[in-house]
């Protein structure tokens, strides 16, 4: 609740000082969904993931499924997801949130699931020509405590189907840890 009411006020700060109409047109273009956040709308619903995750690039990967929610909220201003599924054999759920910010022109997500305390942070494009997103953030690996350099690809196939490959670097070779399938449920 303390924080709510610092953002009130930080918000009312702001908006009480934005007198112009320029400084009043800016806040309602930073703050208003447009074409980016009606694309991302198209992704919302239910879906069945296969998921195919590397730990050594020369071996097979660990396939698993899992489903996975999403859905627009704050007022189709962001997308959240989550997602259950196992891996290890091991129940896994997780969660994220993908936005676009108007002000920046870039998009952002974030994750965090039960296999971790961290949260992954990552900064991303979308290429309409290839529709493809190309996103790069940090993690840290928790067998060595090194941060590590992470890329993830996803291509929209069509509204009912997107690939998500992530890569990782390590000693300076990018390496495919995981890909996961999303079919739209029928």
Sequence with gaps: MKNLSLLLILFGFWTANAQSPEEMKAWQDAMTPGAQHKWMANYAGEWDVEVKMWMNPSQPPMTSTGICSS?????GRYMAHKFKGEFW???YEGQGVTAYDNTAQ????TWYDNMSTGLMYMEGTYDEKTKT?????ESIDPMT????QIKEITK??????YVMEMF???????IKMMEMTYTRKK
């Design 89 to 91: 054999n091991m129940p």
């Design 71 to 75: 859905e627009m909220i704050m007022g």
């Design 156 to 161: 929209y196939i069509s509204d009912d189907k």
């Design 168 to 174: 990782n670097t390590m000693d300076g070779n990018e």
């Design 145 to 148: 405590k090194k941060v590590c």
């Design 133 to 137: 997103m190309t996103s790069t953030g």
């Design 106 to 109: 870039k998009y952002y997500s």
